[in-house]
């Protein structure tokens, strides 16, 4: 059967998880952009058939239900979704087809279409959602020119699913013919196609010395983390968040999310941490006498706190909201805005902070600094 057919028969449960992430940043996202008075374009570059045979939403109807709200509200939006397989088009195009709102379904490799998006991104604002299901389906730098277009001042914003557990198997096993004891070969083709894919060499590092050895948890975040970083070419702000089956396992996938604005970085931070913490607590709580999570998984103000200082140590005098900002990029996905402003709050409160405001309630705009 075609791995591809048989990957949507049933929703696997990081693909729910992968979703929920989507689902939460979509209304926030969109309902900002909004504001812009601008048309508003969402691309989904691997679509698939709108729902899994065993009936649960994928990403076009996540999508679509938000898009059609916007809709209703007169606000002009457009779902363009791309999809390859033959038989998973037909089937996209019956699952969109009860919207209202303008829906563009396209057959074929999305790199067919990526002139016609660059297009649309110098009218409306864009949110492109790239989900392959194999790391060789997407070459890094293949929507450029839609990216570009963020230096002429277009909102455009991407979210990524970099399948960085099958990268990494797929350059091992190939094995002797990109590297021996550890050396890299002359197959400068080979090697350059992964170059490619990945947007950089940085992942030379992790595998030609252990071309032949198992990786471990932290292979697979320093993997993407490089990925990461190369979307600094067009994006000012990143996120990185592993998505994994089960608690402390290696991850299925990363999601690496670029904005040109630190607003965007907030609202997909949290809806990262509302997703984590609905998978801890399906893990360790529900249906427990009593909560057993990790203790890196609860809550503890005072170690929010010693975040905040370190991170005003590190970045200097700087607005309540960016400090906000970067205490979220260095430890991403494990605390909502509401709780670094407590912290904030807190610290200068307790004098662990100056700033030009009492702390008594957040203030956006006063500076904060380390003592």
């Known amino acids: 059967m075609d791995n591809t057919l048989d990957f949507f028969k049933q929703k696997r449960p990081w693909s729910k998880y992968k979703d929920l992430i989507l689902d939460y940043y979509l209304q926030p996202y969109l309902h900002k952009v909004a504001k812009l008075?601008?048309?508003?374009?969402?691309?989904?570059?691997?679509?698939?058939?709108?729902?899994?045979?065993?009936?649960?939403?994928?990403?076009?109807?996540?999508?679509?239900?938000?898009?059609?709200?916007?809709?209703?509200?007169?606000?002009k939006v457009i779902g363009y979704f791309v999809e390859k397989n033959p038989e998973l088009y037909e089937r996209l195009n019956v699952n969109t087809s009860g919207f209202s709102f303008p829906v563009f379904t396209k057959k074929g490799d999305f790199r067919n279409y990526v002139e016609e998006i660059g297009e649309f991104s110098k009218t409306h604002t864009v949110f492109v959602y790239l989900d392959p299901i194999k790391p060789s389906h997407l070459i890094f730098n293949v929507l450029e020119s839609v990216y570009n277009n963020l230096t002429?001042?277009?909102?455009v914003e991407t979210l990524i699913n970099f399948l960085s557990i099958g990268f990494l198997r797929a350059v091992r096993s190939l094995g002797d013919n990109i590297a021996e004891s550890g050396v890299p070969k002359n197959n400068p083709a080979l090697v350059k196609k992964w170059d490619?894919?990945?947007?950089?060499?940085?992942?030379?590092?992790?595998?030609?010395?252990?071309?032949?050895?198992?990786?471990n948890l932290a292979d697979y975040d320093r993997l993407a983390e490089g990925y990461r970083e190369q979307l600094s070419r067009w994006f000012?702000?990143?996120?990185?968040?592993?998505?994994?089956?089960?608690?402390?396992?290696?991850?299925?996938?990363?999601?690496?999310?670029?904005?040109?604005?630190?607003?965007?970085?907030?609202?997909?931070?949290?809806?990262?941490?509302?997703?984590?913490r609905e998978f801890v607590g399906s893990r360790f709580i529900k249906g427990h006498l009593f909560a057993n999570q990790p203790k890196e998984e609860v809550i503890r103000p005072e170690e929010i706190i010693k975040l905040i200082i370190q991170i005003s140590k590190k970045v200097g005098?700087?607005?309540?909201?960016?400090?906000?900002?970067?205490?979220?990029?260095?430890?991403?996905?494990?605390?909502?805005?509401?709780?670094?402003?407590?912290?904030i709050k807190m610290a200068i409160k307790k004098g662990d902070l100056k700033s030009n405001c009492s702390g008594d309630k957040i203030e956006e705009d006063a500076l904060v600094w380390s003592i």
């Open 37 to 75: 008075r601008k048309p508003i374009l969402v691309v989904d570059c691997f679509a698939g058939p709108g729902k899994f045979d065993d009936g649960e939403a994928g990403s076009p109807i996540i999508i679509s239900k938000h898009l059609q709200a916007l809709h209703e509200k007169g606000i």
């Open 317 to 343: 005098k700087e607005t309540w909201k960016m400090l906000r900002v970067h205490s979220t990029i260095t430890e991403p996905c494990m605390y909502n805005p509401s709780e670094l402003n407590q912290a």
């Open 152 to 155: 002429q001042g277009q909102s």
């Open 196 to 215: 490619d894919i990945a947007g950089g060499t940085y992942w030379h590092d992790i595998v030609f010395p252990t071309t032949f050895k198992p990786h």
């Open 236 to 276: 000012t702000w990143r996120l990185s968040y592993p998505v994994r089956e089960k608690y402390n396992q290696q991850p299925k996938y990363h999601l690496i999310f670029g904005s040109r604005h630190p607003d965007a970085i907030e609202l997909m931070n949290s809806g990262m941490v509302k997703a984590r």
